[in-house]
């Protein structure tokens, strides 16, 4: 699998945003890179996204990473779900949350609710 592609899902577009490969900060900024240009180059409050970033390789620099990532997202992203957020990782993703000014962006346990989440969202 890509770690950036489109799906559709019941008739829906999904962008599908993959970490879970990611064991490096390198892997990690070259997958948002290229989620980033895609996610640009479409029009503004456009896209519902799939963020999954389960078993993920997770340190600082990555966290201030997203947080850029997140807010450079914020004008494309109709609606936005992550999957693979547990434990600690969830107060990091509350501070992404925070210092990116995002309110469409929800946490889920499986790939299939935020699936079903981003659909009823459209």
Same mark, same amino acid.
């Given at each position: 699998? =890509? ?18 490969? @990611? ?10 890179? =290229?989620?980033?240009?895609? &996610? ?13 970033? @389960? ?7 990555? &966290?201030?990473?997203?947080? =850029? ?9 109709? +609606?936005?779900?992550?999957?693979? &957020?547990?434990? +600690? ?20 346990? @499986? ?8 659909? +009823?969202?459209?």
């Amino acid at each position: 699998m =890509e770690n950036v592609q489109f799906i559709t899902y019941k008739n829906v577009e999904l962008l599908v945003i993959d970490f879970t490969s @990611t064991k490096s900060v390198a892997e990690f900024l070259n997958v948002i890179d =290229e989620a980033k240009t895609i &996610i640009a180059s479409r029009p503004l409050n456009s896209l519902l996204t799939l963020t999954d970033v @389960t078993n993920s390789y997770f340190d600082s620099d990555i &966290i201030s990473a997203m947080k =850029e990532y997140a807010a450079h997202n914020k004008p494309y992203i109709k +609606a936005g779900a992550v999957v693979g &957020i547990s434990g +600690a990782r969830k107060i990091i993703f509350n501070s992404v949350l925070f210092f990116s000014g995002r309110d469409n962006l929800k946490m889920f346990d @499986t790939r299939n609710h935020a699936m079903e989440w981003l659909c +009823a969202y459209k």
